[in-house]
């Protein structure tokens, strides 16, 4: 079965850091573009960040850049968010997302269950 | 930046009937659009892919058209697990991945 697992969620302050994990298992990780989409409580989803197959292109949402850092080991089937200088407003519910692709078509097809990020002094 | 604009932001419909709901860019995205479920506590999954065309799995009464700017999810006769929020997606320019704010859909 394909599947995406996050990890790495919790309490931390104002101004602290964290590192979320993605861990895939089912396909073949390698050859896939990965992305993270976030959900604030009861708001809609806002996507984060993305990296391709071989991490090799990043982006970034604005209101990460300089503070939140993408990362891949193809070798252990797992995606990283480091997050630094956490704001309160960065608490939601982080989603891990495979990217896939079908005639020239591109679509997130795969989601994990989600980590909940809490940011409060 | 693209802008996406769904309506209405809630929608209540009785099991069996026909739910409408509409996404809109603020530019043209060709046909590179997709429509997500989420219901309570899930994860979103995918629905619709291309503005139209059905993920693997994803049953025919859920259909999708629309191109350009303008947009349409048609649930023709609304089951017990269809009621969630329903995300729309573009795809077609890039980083923002943009997605709209949803339209929930519940029970009348």
């Known amino acids: 079965e394909m599947q995406v697992v996050e990890s790495g969620g919790g309490l931390v302050q104002p101004g602290g850091s964290l590192r979320l994990s993605c861990t895939a298992s089912?396909?073949?990780?390698?050859?896939?573009?990965l992305h993270w989409v976030r959900q604030a409580p009861g708001k809609g989803l806002v996507w984060v960040a993305r990296?391709?197959?071989?991490?090799?292109?990043?982006s970034y949402v604005d209101s990460v850049k300089g503070r939140f850092t993408i990362s891949r080991d193809n070798a252990k089937n797992t995606l990283f968010l480091q997050m630094n200088s956490l704001r309160v407003e960065d608490t939601a519910v982080y989603y891990c997302?495979?990217?896939?692709?079908?005639?020239?078509?591109?679509?997130?097809?795969?989601w994990g269950r989600g980590t909940l990020v809490t940011v409060s002094s | 930046e693209i802008t996406m604009t769904q309506s209405p932001a809630t929608l209540s419909v009785s099991p069996g009937e026909r739910a409408t709901l509409s996404c809109r860019a603020s530019?043209?995205?060709?046909?590179?659009l997709a429509w997500y479920q989420q219901r309570p506590g899930q994860a979103p999954r995918l629905l619709i892919y291309?503005?139209?065309t059905r993920a693997t799995g994803i049953p025919a009464r859920f259909s999708g058209s629309g191109s350009g700017t303008e947009f349409t999810l048609t649930i023709s006769s609304l089951q017990s697990e269809d009621f969630a929020v329903y995300y729309c997606?573009?795809?077609?320019?890039?980083?923002?991945?943009?997605f709209g704010q949803g339209t929930k859909v519940e029970i009348k």
């Open positions: 291309g503005a139209s």
């Open positions: 997606q573009q795809y077609n320019n890039w980083p923002p991945w943009a």
């Open positions: 089912g396909f073949t990780f390698s050859s896939y573009w």
């Open positions: 997302a495979r990217e896939a692709y079908s005639t020239s078509h591109w679509y997130f097809d795969l």
């Open positions: 530019q043209s995205v060709s046909t590179n």
């Open positions: 990296m391709n197959s071989d991490g090799s292109s990043i």
